[in-house]
């Protein structure tokens, strides 16, 4: 019964391709296989982020003492109903000096390197749409081609703030995409796999039948994880680490010169962009779609695995409600300063924790490895500032 | 089916390497250059090479034509300008082509049908890498290393 409810997806798929399985040829039937998973991929996400579009904004309202929309449909969950009509019908402008094909090929980039991340993901026992051997690989190398995308929309728009906004992002995107891809490094390491099947199979196994044995109760997985989440809110822009798009100096960054669809394709680019990374997350140190408790493995892992996903994302709006913008150099400077050692040391106590025989001990020392290493990081840049008059760096 | 693939990919390929050659303006011409580094990832994951055609575009697409673009935008050049055609290109162009056509077909162990060979997974490259592989390996780790201390040392502020 259980089995069943875990498969259902996957019955379903069976049972859309029994009527040419057989006999169409292998070609057809791979190519009617992947468009199912397509559209299944893209149905899911897609209604996802209307669901998070309004829900941020409710919970946003909440924590600003506010109501949020109330007003389109039941607790205002018709919201993105209306806003998409309203979006579709806008004026689209494309500004006289800008660079007509760059200026709409941009979107249409954005939107699809972030859709594309979204395939290597296992969303449930059986469930992962793009099977390679090197999944890990490919989320990384199409998420690098996001930063081309961004670029082309500030040069293609000819316009300063687009320009600044693009500069901006690239900027962090390149530097973060260093702590997150090393970030992931320990886990393939200890599995020695780039599949995330693989991955989220080394993590499935449960101590004293309670104990789930994911990365992220080991003392560099925790660190790893953390450390990943930071590097993730970077590369999606958003707050606390949304400067490309800060528009209380650079209008909408990159996004300046788009109206009406075209802002709504980046304006979902970027939430994709925070499934797919959430989604990574979730595999790599949150044990996939295991149940966080043996006997709870009867409801389907699918489940477990959007339980996962919405607690991330919420997350993701928790901390955009809660703290400010920072400034472009404490940005880059935490990057560099911060995340790159404190990331390396998560790759030397992986190791630590491998070769001390993965148990009790082993834990105890990655732990003290990474206890030493983030003392000494915190000595070291300690920049609290002694009584003394005001100096300005940057408005001279 | 992989014929009509690779035919798709080439003619991609190669539009897109002549737009790069032809384009007026130089940001089009850097763009389609990266569209040619795309097919060229295309035709290492048609014959198997996974690994190389994932690193084919994260290192080609996610740094190189990111490098080219940004070389093209910080440095002078004139919008208006028009670029001339010169014969002079045409005619390295054909004899470099010439020359390597010449040279392959005049190749003698191109006409040995290949052994079949295991199909190249990330995992073989990983484990050759650390085993037979490695001291290259760390060659390339500590000279990369040294390309960015230089590189910090050549943009640090010089304190007066």
Wanted: glycine share 8%; hydrophobic share 55%; charged share 10%.
């Amino acid at each position: 019964m259980a089995d069943s409810f875990d498969q259902i997806f996957i019955r379903a798929k069976q049972w859309l391709l029994s009527p040419i399985s057989g006999r169409a040829p292998d070609w057809l039937i791979q190519v009617a296989s992947s468009l199912l998973n397509i559209a299944a991929l893209l149905g899911v996400f897609l209604t996802l982020f209307a669901l998070i579009s309004v829900l941020e904004r409710k919970i946003l309202g909440r924590m600003q003492n506010r109501y949020g929309p109330n007003r389109v449909g039941p607790f205002g969950l018709f919201q993105p109903v209306a806003d998409g009509i309203k979006m579709l019908i806008k004026e689209d402008i494309v500004p006289a000096r800008a660079d007509k094909i760059v200026h709409f090929l941009a979107p249409v980039l954005i939107a699809a390197t972030a859709i594309l991340a979204l395939g290597v993901i296992p969303y449930g026992r059986n469930m992962t749409p793009f099977i390679i051997d090197g999944g890990i690989l490919f989320f990384f190398a199409v998420g690098s081609t996001t930063e081309l995308a961004v670029f082309m929309a500030g040069w293609g728009s000819n316009n300063k703030f687009s320009m600044l906004g693009a500069m901006r992002a690239i900027a962090q995107m390149i530097s973060y995409e260093l702590p997150l891809i090393i970030t992931v490094l320990p886990v393939v390491m200890i599995v020695g796999s780039l599949n995330p099947d693989k991955i989220v199979g080394a993590q499935a196994a449960y101590s004293f039948g309670f104990m789930p044995h994911w990365f992220v109760f080991t003392p560099w997985g925790a660190a790893a994880f953390i450390l990943f989440f930071v590097s993730g809110l970077v590369e999606s822009n958003r707050t606390p680490f949304d400067v490309p798009e800060g528009e209380s100096e650079i209008v909408a960054g990159h996004m300046t010169e788009y109206s009406g669809f075209k802002y709504a394709t980046f304006f979902m680019a970027e939430y994709i962009g925070m499934f797919a990374i959430s989604g990574l997350g979730v595999t790599l140190f949150l044990g996939g779609w295991h149940a966080p408790i043996h006997f709870l493995e009867f409801i389907p892992s699918y489940v477990w695995f959007f339980v996962k996903l919405s607690i991330l994302l919420f997350v993701y709006i928790w901390l955009r409600g809660t703290l400010p913008r920072t400034r472009v150099d404490q940005i880059m400077n935490f990057a560099w300063k911060f995340m790159l050692p404190m990331a390396f040391t998560c790759f030397i106590a992986a190791a630590v924790w491998h070769y001390t025989g993965r148990g009790l001990r082993g834990w105890l020392w990655s732990l003290a490895v990474i206890a030493v290493v983030y003392f000494t990081l915190s000595l070291l840049l300690d920049t609290r500032r002694k009584f003394a008059p005001r100096t300005y760096r940057f408005a001279e | 089916m992989s014929t009509v693939a690779f035919a798709a990919i080439a003619i991609l390929t190669l539009a897109a390497a002549l737009a790069a050659a032809t384009l007026q303006k130089l940001m089009h011409a850097a763009l389609s250059f990266a569209v040619m580094f795309v097919g060229i990832s295309g035709f290492f994951f048609l014959f198997g090479a996974e690994f190389v055609g994932l690193v084919q575009i994260f290192v080609y697409i996610g740094a190189v034509a990111v490098l080219i673009v940004f070389t093209i935008l910080l440095t002078r050049h004139d919008v208006g300008k028009v670029r001339d055609f010169k014969w002079s290109g045409v005619f390295v162009a054909v004899a470099v082509f010439g020359g390597l056509v010449w040279a392959i077909s005049k190749t003698k162990s191109l006409s040995i049908v290949p052994q079949q060979i295991k199909p190249v997974t990330v995992q073989r490259i990983g484990e050759l890498l650390m085993t037979n592989y490695v001291w290259p390996l760390l060659c390339v780790g500590v000279l990369l290393t040294a390309a960015l201390i230089g590189a910090l040392i050549l943009v640090m502020e010089e304190k007066s």
